[in-house]
């Protein structure tokens, strides 16, 4: 039982070719933008046709090119929460939730409207229209009509995309709930790494249109097997790699010898680290340690991003080498040390990539 895809799309100046299965859970659909998330959903939920492969939903073909099946949108029993949520301006929120139920009667549609309105917490609400709507509201009014209709799977585009940091946090909360009451696929698509990893157990990672990893969530954070899975995972520091030996390489782009403490294969082209994985060296530190100037530094309200140079002579042209993530504590205590500085990095952080 699941969700089983294997499509490809030719469109002007881009291709799709995925071929992912997502059980009955959440699954993230990870991907920068333009990279075809969208288009993934679309083709899954029959508003887009493939030009090839298959579609099959917990058994049920819902797309077969050589076999000529194509099942509409309607007898998909697919639910759809589009990005800017699509609501129907002229209806009001029960109208709207009410909006696939045609074939029930209406007693029970009634009913399902309600059971609606209460699951997503909009009682009293149901007669206002969508303009009378704040954006957190109107997001829960399109999530209720996706699953008013009972489908066997749930596709959410960026649901999250038009809030603000509080509200998405909150209903981030709130959408994690309603989904762990869901006995069906879901599949959630964002380009926000921290989104994925928070609502999913499983991810799928996407880059020009092709699947890049797929797999549990941990595993992709902590060994992201291509360069564009460690950036969509947040890794802001690589290196082009020279193999010296099976445990050591040297990073050609910062100018370091390294040891890694797994053997590094032939395929292997790049070392990362994250920045927040750099640390100052301990006094009996001794390996994969180096000398580091600081040059310019940016900060958020509780972090500091400081930009390292292992050459003292770059500093003042604006390049760097590493991208340093510390709290502003630590940074506070370190920023007038007398440098360069002495920092780390540690054989079991270094990330080796395709
Ligand atoms: N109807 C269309 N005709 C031609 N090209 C299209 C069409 N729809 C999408 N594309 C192209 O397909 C590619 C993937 O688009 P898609 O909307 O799936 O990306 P995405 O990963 O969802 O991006 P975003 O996060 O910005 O929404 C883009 O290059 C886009 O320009």
Same mark, same amino acid.
């Given at each position: 039982?699941?969700?089983?895809?294997?499509?490809?799309?030719?469109? +002007?100046?881009?291709?799709?070719?995925?071929?992912?299965?997502?059980?009955?859970?959440?699954?993230?659909?990870?991907?920068?933008?333009?990279?075809?998330?969208?288009?993934?959903?679309?083709?899954?939920?029959?508003?887009?046709?493939?030009?090839?492969?298959?579609?099959?939903?917990?058994?049920?073909?819902?797309?077969?090119?050589? =076999?000529?099946? %194509?099942?509409?949108?309607?007898?998909?029993?697919?639910?759809?929460?589009?990005? %800017?949520?699509?609501?129907?301006? @002229?209806?009001?929120?029960?109208?709207?939730?009410?909006?696939?139920?045609?074939?029930?009667?209406?007693?029970?549609?009634?009913?399902?409207?309600?059971?609606?309105?209460?699951?997503?917490?909009?009682?009293?609400? $149901?007669?206002?229209? +969508?303009?009378?709507?704040?954006?957190?509201?109107?997001?829960?009014?399109?999530?209720?009509?996706?699953?008013?209709?009972?489908?066997?799977?749930?596709?959410?585009?960026?649901?999250?995309?038009?809030?603000?940091?509080?509200?998405?946090?909150?209903?981030?909360?709130?959408?994690? $709930?309603?989904?762990?009451?869901?006995?069906?696929?879901?599949?959630?698509?964002?380009?926000?790494?921290?989104?994925?990893?928070?609502?999913? =157990?499983?991810?799928?990672?996407?880059?020009?249109?092709?699947?890049?990893?797929?797999?549990?969530?941990?595993?992709?954070?902590?060994?992201?097997?291509?360069?564009?899975?460690?950036?969509?995972?947040?890794?802001? @520091?690589?290196?082009?790699?020279?193999?010296?030996?099976?445990? $050591?390489?040297?990073?050609?782009?910062?100018?370091?010898?390294?040891?890694? %403490?797994?053997?590094?294969?032939?395929?292997?082209?790049?070392?990362?680290?994250?920045?927040?994985?750099?640390?100052?060296?301990?006094? @009996?530190?001794?390996? %994969?340690?180096?000398?580091?100037?600081?040059?310019?530094?940016?900060?958020? +309200?509780?972090?500091?991003?400081?930009?390292?140079?292992?050459?003292?002579?770059?500093? @003042?042209?604006?390049?760097?080498?590493?991208?340093?993530?510390?709290?502003?504590?630590?940074?506070?205590?370190?920023?007038?040390?007398?440098?360069?500085?002495?920092?780390?990095?540690?054989?079991?952080?270094?990330?080796?990539?395709?």
């Amino acid at each position: 039982m699941g969700l089983y895809v294997d499509i490809k799309k030719k469109l +002007p100046g881009f291709s799709l070719n995925v071929c992912f299965e997502a059980e009955i859970d959440t699954m993230g659909l990870l991907g920068a933008s333009g990279s075809g998330k969208s288009m993934t959903l679309r083709c899954i939920a029959g508003i887009e046709t493939p030009d090839s492969g298959k579609i099959i939903l917990n058994g049920r073909v819902l797309y077969d090119s050589a =076999k000529g099946i %194509n099942l509409p949108c309607r007898k998909r029993k697919i639910g759809f929460l589009f990005q %800017n949520y699509a609501l129907f301006p @002229n209806m009001t929120v029960e109208e709207n939730i009410r909006f696939g139920l045609g074939d029930l009667k209406l007693g029970e549609q009634l009913r399902k409207v309600d059971e609606m309105i209460s699951m997503v917490h909009l009682e009293g609400l $149901e007669k206002r229209y +969508p303009s009378q709507l704040s954006g957190g509201q109107q997001q829960r009014v399109a999530l209720a009509r996706a699953l008013a209709i009972d489908p066997e799977a749930l596709l959410l585009d960026e649901p999250f995309s038009a809030l603000d940091e509080h509200l998405r946090n909150n209903l981030l909360k709130q959408l994690s $709930e309603t989904l762990s009451n869901y006995r069906g696929v879901t599949l959630f698509v964002t380009h926000n790494m921290e989104e994925a990893y928070r609502i999913s =157990k499983e991810l799928v990672v996407l880059s020009s249109g092709k699947l890049e990893a797929k797999g549990e969530k941990e595993v992709i954070f902590t060994r992201p097997p291509t360069i564009e899975t460690a950036q969509l995972t947040g890794c802001r @520091n690589f290196s082009s790699i020279k193999h010296l030996s099976p445990f $050591e390489i040297e990073a050609l782009d910062w100018g370091i010898k390294l040891k890694v %403490n797994h053997e590094c294969r032939g395929d292997s082209q790049y070392v990362g680290i994250r920045s927040h994985h750099i640390d100052l060296a301990e006094d @009996n530190d001794t390996e %994969n340690v180096f000398k580091c100037w600081a040059g310019f530094t940016s900060e958020t +309200p509780f972090r500091q991003t400081v930009y390292l140079s292992v050459e003292k002579k770059l500093l @003042n042209s604006g390049a760097y080498h590493l991208q340093w993530e510390i709290s502003k504590e630590k940074w506070d205590k370190i920023k007038d040390m007398p440098q360069p500085w002495h920092l780390k990095l540690s054989p079991e952080k270094l990330i080796l990539i395709r």
